[in-house]
């Protein structure tokens, strides 16, 4: 591309037509490269003694091209007896010397037509020394602790690789989430240290140029006795720079590793949030991260995170896409009327370069030779090469003829450009129909001979014919011009104030020539507005004539300057709106507390934006760590005026970290609050609470127990705080005191013999901290710990009511004496297969002298016994009794149900339930109907295997039945639906199984039957 944009710079600057012919030998042909020298890395192995590096360079002209070489400039000279010699164009260069051969080398070939320089190509040695150093101190590290050791790679060229072998070869370490070896330093990282692994890592380095290795010498590896280092946060050791620059379409890797304990884990992100794409590689446990085949949409910034349970650390590094400087371009000349000495040529009359472009005006047969241009940036410099030769055209418009068609705006202006290809230059001219044009103010020919019309009117219309001349000849070109109408907007210009969530429609109507389309553009602060592509807020409302747009439900950021454009083919014309939108305050900002006292707090602020409404009043919140999140506070001045920024708040409690933040209010509403302060504590000062719910009583013998309900933290006032219990026998003139000194404390025992059992004490409690004393709570009397009772109770009898349940019952004991109470009883009972130690246990509260077990086994035999119960545990137990429960209800269902219904009554039959021998005997049944499953049945009791229901019959009934006993109620029948019928009789009976329904065969004269 750079060839070809040269060789057309130099052909649009063309005036004349040569050849030029070599007396004797032909044509004279310029030199051009068939084959240019490239870039070489030669690798040097140890001990290497033969070492001949060869430059290629050949190319084709007339006369035959001789050649030169330059070594960073400088002429080489590859005289008989060095190190250098020149076969053909190829420059071989023997016993390569890796201090003074090194550098750029480029080829010159040169004829009688001029010279011409290849690209640069460059020689560089590849090679890996041995380590210097044969021993190496051992490293002495804990359990637990990371380590990194250092390789410290020899001298060398070239990129390396690293390996390392733990104790002999071909034992390698293996990379993990815990050991990474850098590819940038060569160094071992182990972010762990554990026992196995103590001994031997010897660093392998190896010349990927050269494919030779070299080893260290082993660094020991040994585990301290003194201890195991305890836990800590990650700490990053391998990174990458802040700023990476990274060339298109190669590929960059950036390492991340960090020492801690647990093993801390690594993760990579991009800051902005991007995915990674399929072809970021994350490699060796997420140490490594490799992009490959790099472009402008992987530039940004890169996030690494190391992690563990002890903490994170994290850094970033900004990897920016290679931008290509702008070269810097020179041009050389070598002419056969130049020296052929290269030089850059210098700025003269009819010679000017500027921005990189050779212009020759007055071409003249000294301007024929080769041209060279040379691009340069600090990243090396490129070469190309370009013949001049002089050429003459007669005027020719086969390849840029006339516009067909031009349209043009009434009172606009309108250029026909003409351009027929001509050397040198002739004479342009111009005709409306068959008449020559004369130039005026409105009609004017340009100099590359293009007309252009000002103030266009219809009469302008018309056949427009371009006529070029030069001493070869005469061409000319026609097209017609086309008057529009001017497009116009009919809509004036305006400005709208409106409110935050409001919809409002932008006017665009336009007046323009019908044979034209329109094209409407909206633009919001020059910003193309795409509909559709912006969320549901701006919406085309315009017909063909009209680009009106509706933006819905309006948002601040919706203010600022819409421009609504039109374009059709010959003009465009625009309008501008100005958009106020008005809203609730933005934050306010610098929400700081300028001083602190044990209840109140001074604040400032500064205001925000006002959202074009004025700022009307500020509310200040508050949050602690004991709160339910925000809360709004008191202050000095009940309402803060929207030009106040400073307040004081009250009633706070002293010694609590408060955060403040402040709310701006206007009249469209109360906006978002400003960042919080930093946490500042109100000092410390006495208590001014007492202790709720102050009781007691309970406890083992001799005790006195005095509860309460601990004071919460943010109502301490102050560090140290602590509780002083003072309590003292009912009617005793003095106090006996005891210090709490847990803040989470809810009780104290005093623990005397002289304590009588249930005796009344009076007691208080108050608090204190390191400031003093707060008011005792009010006096309470409680009791002191009571004995346990003393006596069984009697007469306990047991009475079987089914084969379920039994009726307990007994005398109860005095309710209280001086030294005890009995607050209730506790029931044992156990089967007779099982041990008393097993027994279930039935609780009462109160004097209450029975209870009923449920839930027993039918026919078997239960033994009782009571003891009563009080704080300070159970008493004797009573003598044990027994009990059997009564046999099991029967286990057969009613069968063979039938009914019919006759006007208002449903009359049932079934057949007799008869009970098993381990059953009770059947004593009656129960019938129960309800209107459908889920209502509430009513419930008949009869002795009888038949019933007569007095039910009205325009409505559907569901019916079951089951058997009584004294041992309980038996199963139930299955459900019966008696359905509405509409005639005076019905017959049906129960169904032989749940999936037929009943009376679903029905004779004409709806009487039915299905037996069993």
Not at 422 to 436: D, Q
Not at 909 to 922: I, Y
Request: with cysteine.
């Amino acid at each position: 591309m750079f060839k070809e944009l040269l060789r057309t710079q130099l052909d649009i600057k063309s005036e004349a037509v040569l050849s030029v012919l070599c007396p004797g030998s032909g044509v004279l042909q310029r030199p051009v490269f068939t084959k240019q020298p490239g870039s070489v890395v030669f690798p040097i192995q140890p001990g290497e003694i033969r070492r001949e590096v060869v430059f290629s360079c050949e190319a084709q002209g007339h006369p035959p091209p001789f050649y030169r070489w330059k070594l960073n400039g400088s002429f080489i000279l590859p005289i008989p007896g060095s190190r250098y010699s020149l076969m053909g164009g190829n420059l071989h260069i023997s016993n390569l010397n890796k201090e003074e051969d090194v550098g750029i080398y480029q080829c010159l070939a040169s004829n009688s037509f001029g010279t011409i320089i290849s690209r640069e190509a460059s020689l560089h040695v590849a090679y890996l020394e041995n380590f210097k150093t044969q021993r190496r101190s051992p490293v002495r590290v804990r359990e637990g602790q990371g380590v990194v050791l250092l390789c410290g790679p020899p001298s060398h060229s070239g990129e390396l690789t690293f390996t390392w072998i733990f104790n002999e070869y071909p034992s390698f370490v293996v990379q993990d989430t815990r050991r990474f070896v850098s590819q940038k330093t060569g160094n071992l990282y182990i972010a762990k240290v554990e026992p196995s692994d103590v001994g031997n890592y010897t660093c392998v380095v190896t010349n990927m140029v050269t494919k030779s290795s070299v080893q260290g010498p082993p660094t020991p590896l040994v585990l301290r006795l003194d201890g195991v280092m305890g836990e800590y946060e990650p700490k990053i050791e391998v990174q990458f720079p802040e700023v990476i620059p990274v060339a298109k379409s190669s590929t960059v890797k950036l390492e991340c590793f960090a020492l801690g304990n647990p093993v801390p884990t690594i993760n990579w992100k991009r800051v902005d949030g991007a995915p990674f794409g399929r072809k970021v590689d994350v490699k060796k446990a997420s140490g490594v991260l490799e992009i490959p085949y790099f472009q402008q949409e992987d530039s940004g910034m890169y996030e690494c995170t190391a992690e563990n349970s002890r903490g994170r650390n994290s850094v970033k590094g900004k990897l920016s896409f290679y931008a290509q400087s702008k070269p810097r371009l020179l041009w050389s000349c070598f002419s056969l009327l130049h020296s052929l000495r290269a030089s850059v040529i210098p700025a003269q009359d009819r010679v000017q370069v500027n921005n990189g472009v050779l212009t020759i005006s007055s071409l003249n047969l000294g301007d024929i030779g080769m041209y060279q241009c040379v691009a340069e940036n600090k990243h090396g410099r490129i070469f190309t090469n370009a013949e001049l030769r002089v050429i003459a055209i007669a005027p020719d418009f086969s390849q840029n003829l006339l516009k067909a068609q031009t349209l043009a705006r009434q009172g606009g202006d309108v250029l026909i450009e003409c351009k027929p290809r001509m050397s040198p230059r002739g004479v342009i001219s111009w005709r409306k129909g068959k008449e020559a044009l004369r130039e005026s103010h409105r009609m004017m020919v340009l100099d590359n001979g293009s007309l252009r019309l000002s103030n266009v009117t219809k009469m302008d219309a018309g056949i427009y014919t371009c006529v070029a001349r030069n001493q070869f000849g005469v061409a000319s070109s026609s097209g017609s011009l086309l008057v529009k109408e001017a497009t116009a907007i009919t809509s004036p210009a305006g400005h709208l104030d409106v409110t935050v969530g409001e919809s409002i429609v932008l006017p665009c109507q336009v007046s323009h020539d019908p044979t034209l389309d329109l094209k409407f553009t909206w633009f919001f602060n020059e910003q193309v507005i795409h509909f559709g592509s912006q969320g549901a807020y701006f919406e085309k409302v315009g017909g063909r004539s009209a680009g009106d747009i509706m933006i819905r439900n309006i948002q601040l950021s919706h203010a600022g300057k819409y421009t609504c454009a039109v374009q059709t083919k010959v003009d465009s014309v625009s309008i501008a709106t100005d958009v106020v939108v008005r809203g609730p305050p933005g934050p306010p900002l610098d929400c700081q507390v300028t001083e602190m006292t044990e209840t109140t707090a001074s604040l400032s602020w500064r205001p925000g934006l006002d959202n074009h409404s004025p700022i009307l009043s500020y509310t200040i919140q508050a949050r602690t760590p004991f709160s339910l999140g925000w809360q709004t506070v008191t202050t000095v001045l009940e309402l803060l005026r929207g030009k106040q920024f400073s307040a004081t708040v009250t009633d706070l409690s002293p010694w609590v970290d408060y955060e403040f933040r402040v709310l701006a209010t206007n009249s469209v509403g109360t906006g978002e609050p400003s960042k919080p302060s930093k946490k500042t504590r109100t000092k410390e000062m006495v208590p001014r609470v007492t202790p709720a719910r102050v009781s007691g009583g309970g406890g083992g013998r001799s005790e006195l127990v005095i509860t309460w309900e601990p004071v919460p933290e943010e109502m301490q006032s102050g560090p140290g705080f602590g509780y002083v219990v003072a309590f003292r026998p009912l009617g005793a003139p003095g106090w006996m005191q005891a210090a709490v000194t847990s803040p989470d404390a809810s009780r104290y025992v005093f623990k005397n013999e002289s304590i009588p059992p249930f005796s009344p004490y009076q007691v208080k409690v108050r608090v204190y901290n390191n400031k003093g004393e707060g008011p005792f709570s009010p006096v309470t009397t409680i009791y002191s710990a009571e004995e346990e009772p003393s006596r069984a109770p009697v007469r306990l009898r047991a009475k079987s009511v089914s084969a379920s349940e039994v009726e307990v019952t007994w005398k109860p004991l005095p309710w209280s004496n001086s030294r005890r109470r009995i607050l209730g009883y506790e029931l044992l009972y156990w089967g007779e297969k099982e041990k008393q130690d097993a027994a279930s246990v039935v609780r009462t509260e109160g004097n209450k002298t029975s209870v009923l077990i449920r839930d027993l086994e039918g026919s078997s035999t239960y033994y009782m016994s009571l003891r009563a119960y009080n704080s300070a545990g159970v008493g004797p137990q009573s003598s044990i009794v027994n009990v059997t429960t009564k046999k099991p209800p029967p286990s057969q269902a009613p069968v063979k149900i039938m009914w019919n219904t006759s006007n208002s009554k449903v009359i049932l039959k079934w057949e007799q339930v008869h009970a098993l021998e381990n059953e009770s005997e059947v004593t009656g049944y129960k019938v129960m109907y309800s209107q459908d499953k889920h209502s509430h049945p009513s419930v008949v009791e009869t002795n009888n295997t038949s019933l007569e229901l007095s039910l009205p019959t325009d409505q559907d009934y569901v019916i079951q039945i089951k058997p009584c006993s004294e041992g309980g109620e038996g199963i139930s029948s299955r459900q019966i639906t008696i359905p509405k019928i509409e005639g005076s009789i019905a017959i049906g009976a129960a169904p032989r199984s749940s999936g037929f329904s009943v009376v679903n065969l029905a004779a004409l004269t709806l009487t039915g039957r299905m037996l069993l």
